[in-house]
């Protein structure tokens, strides 16, 4: 092996190597949790829907098949705030971000598996708080309403 | 002077994968096209690939990944070096 790589993976063991972000997107500073917050409002009406539903297969598979989608499609939106949004500063005022984005992970994966209305509205309940740091990193103060969905659950929005 | 990075981010697949390892050379170095630069943008430093020069300081810089990427034009003074290696 090349005496320089090993070097390299000497020196690893004392410090850190930096970090050269190879991102997907450009940095264009436009970063936005609605997405996320629409999604698990999605995955709680598809729930909802479900638990309507009865033995209905065709219309539990379409409703089920939009739960997924829109549950990935939070965690997505989730993780790419938290990867290019957030910085080292915001995550020393709030502590809980780490564990919070790790519960959102986990709920979201839990209301795919399940047709429960109760992970979902769990999802919608740790996507709001999200919301709420993240508006806060910006000096946006936010408020809880009732959605204009018909999930009829709260909502957390920018006072802009 | 050399600097170890650690790869996060999928743009510069397949040559560069998420959590790949590489050594850096920020010693005066020669650019051209088709080189693999470390670059800062605001607080983060960034691996692209040179896709164009313009004059002695101007540089088009984009990803390998086509479907996961865009172009930059970035400032020679922005280039922290210029990749070496994986180890």
Redesign the interface.
Known sequence: M?I??IA??I??KFS????????????CGIYDPHAAQVAAHTVVRMAQLIGKTGDDAHAVARYAKVKEEHAELCKHEIRIIWGDYF?PEMLEKHKELHGLVWNIMKAASKARQEASAQAAEELLEQVNRFAEIFWETKGVKTYKTKAPYPTEKEIVLPRL | MLKRYLVKGHSMEPAFRNGDKLLVSSLLFKLKKDDVIVFKNGNRDYLKRIKAVFGKSGFLVTGDNKGHTGSWKIARKQIKGKLLMKY
Request: hydrophobic letters at 35%; one cysteine or more; glycine letters at 4%.
């Open positions: 090349n320089m790589k390299a993976k020196a690893d850190k190597p930096g970090v050269a972000y190879a991102h997907c997107d450009i940095p910085k």
